[in-house]
């Protein structure tokens, strides 16, 4: 089970940091990563971790940080320099293996947590 939260309000080229925090012993085996949908919008791929560093979709590299800490069963998204075309519910995922972008082959998901950018 994942539960996503620190999601707001904030103004053009602020910042937020997303929590996800994870149920389950399997969590340090697990690939986490970050979706994404806006209003109208399929859901997208913003960044994944596994093992090594992370994984960024081009939109965001530069601009967001993904971390996790095994010990806490918590993944991090840090983002920085936000934009209005950030603006989307956020989610949380994980599967099995290793990060892929493709949000169909995650297993488990959190509820998502509101991210608004305003200009």
């Known amino acids: 089970q994942l539960q996503a939260c620190g999601g707001g309000l904030v103004q053009a080229g602020g910042s937020l940091r997303l929590s996800c925090a994870a149920s389950g012993r399997t969590f340090g085996n697990s690939a986490m990563s970050w979706f994404r949908q806006a209003p109208g919008r399929e859901r997208e791929f913003v960044a994944g971790?596994?093992?090594?560093?992370?994984m960024y979709a081009d939109s965001v590299k530069g601009r967001f940080t993904i971390s996790r800490d095994n010990a806490k069963n918590m993944v991090y998204l840090q983002m920085n320099s936000l934009k209005p075309e950030d603006t989307a519910v956020y989610y949380c995922?994980?599967?099995?293996?290793?990060?892929?972008?493709?949000?169909?082959?995650?297993?488990?998901w959190g509820q998502g947590t509101q991210v608004t950018v305003s200009s």
């Open positions: 995922a994980g599967k099995w293996g290793v990060v892929v972008v493709t949000a169909s082959h995650y297993d488990y």
């Open positions: 971790i596994a093992w090594g560093g992370g």
